[in-house]
């Protein structure tokens, strides 16, 4: 449950008052997300959702996320809009945090992924890939591999007390990602960078949309296929489903073709993602704030992703027919 920062009913009623949404009937915080602390409003005008921006968002970087999740609503994809006050502004201030409130997205997250949810999420990464060629503003990437040494500073003392050896695994990985070895060469764009199974909505089997933009920066596209490619297609046991990387890169490639260079970089896109995913949860895990109402990630989980990507050597273990070889 993510409620780092609380909100008094007197306090939120005023809030409302700068918009034009009807009256608070209720409103509670809401027990998923580790990020930020959500809360979801019923006022007389309808559901929508309030993000108080916590930890790691700097504030710098709230016009982005808000101007993205606009244009890419205005671009067909199907995602929260950020509701203005009557100022015209949607970024404001409560409880001494940032504070925004977006449209309410009907749809569930689905708690067991099969291969048609992954096609889903595949066709739909690529829809906004395309969809953010033409967004203007740039957010540089502060969580790709310069990002991760501080990281690793900030838990490795501790980190073998959560997995005995689990210090020097991290070390040698991240020795070998920053060598030099990191693409900087792929098709680059605006990537969503967190597009987990909690962020990604479904009404039945199919996409009703794509929540959480807070992450969403400039990288390689490719990387974005890679974070999907670890959150979407392994298996509670952690044992990776082929099945659903196939059908989700099919359905990418089907919207945004990967290049050879692209394809052939997945396995180590794959292991950056891991990596920076393992570390902002080891972090978390070691640094659960007194009080939060929050339940950390497994950082050991991305552990064993890790180590399985480590092992792959083609895009054939991810169920794809290399391009330019005929099936
Ligand atoms: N626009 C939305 N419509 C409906 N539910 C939402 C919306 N945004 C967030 N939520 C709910 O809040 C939860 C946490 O939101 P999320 O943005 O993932 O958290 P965080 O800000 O911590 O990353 C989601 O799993 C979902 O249940
Ligand atoms: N997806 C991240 C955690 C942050 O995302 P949230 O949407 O759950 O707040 C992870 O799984 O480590």
């Keep these: ?44 005008k309808g559901s929508f959702i309030l993000t108080l921006y916590e930890k790691r968002v700097a504030k710098n970087d709230l016009p982005f996320f808000l101007a993205l999740m606009t244009h890419l609503a205005e671009h067909g994809i199907n995602c929260p809009l950020p509701v203005k006050a009557r100022d015209g502004k949607a970024l404001r201030e409560l409880s001494g945090r940032p504070a925004a409130i977006i449209t309410f997205l009907e749809g569930v997250w689905p708690r067991k ?30 969580l790709s591999v310069s990002g991760w040494r501080p990281l690793f500073d900030a838990a490795s003392d501790r980190a073998d007390e959560v ?15 920053s060598s030099g070895v990191w693409p ?17 909505f479904f009404l039945g089997d199919q ?31 952690h044992s990776f489903n082929v099945t659903k990387a196939r059908a989700f890169l099919n359905a990418y ?49 991305y552990v064993r992703k890790l180590r399985f990507h480590q092992s792959v050597t083609s895009v054939r273990d991810y169920g794809l027919i290399p391009s330019g070889l005929v099936a």
């Excluded at 050896?165 to 070998?176: K, T």
């Excluded at 933009?213 to 509670?236: G, Q």
Aim: glycine residues 6%; contains cysteine.
């Design 1 to 44: 449950m993510a409620v780092y920062t609380d909100v008094a009913a007197d306090e939120l009623a005023d809030f409302l008052k700068q918009y034009d949404l009807g009256e608070l009937l209720s409103y509670k915080g809401i027990a998923e997300g580790v990020e930020n602390s959500n809360f979801l409003l019923h006022t007389s």
């Design 113 to 142: 992924p099969n291969a048609t949810h992954c096609a889903g999420v595949g066709e739909a990464l690529a829809k906004m890939h395309l969809a953010g060629a033409d967004f203007a503003v740039r957010r540089a990437n502060a």
């Design 163 to 177: 997995q005995p050896g689990l210090r020097a695994f991290l070390a040698a990985e991240l020795d070998y990602l």
């Design 184 to 200: 900087s060469d792929l098709p680059e764009g605006v990537i969503h960078a967190d597009l987990f199974n909690d962020n990604a």
């Design 207 to 237: 996409l009703s949309g794509i929540i959480d933009f807070t992450f969403a920066c400039n990288d390689m596209l490719a990387y974005d296929v890679a974070i999907c490619l670890n959150a979407w297609c392994f298996e509670p046991d």
């Design 253 to 301: 490639g089907r919207v945004r073709k990967l290049s050879q260079a692209e394809e052939a970089a997945l396995p180590l896109l794959a292991r950056g993602a891991a990596i920076r995913f393992l570390l902002t949860r080891l972090v978390d895990w070691l640094n659960v704030p007194p009080g939060a109402l929050v339940k950390p990630k497994d950082p050991l989980e």
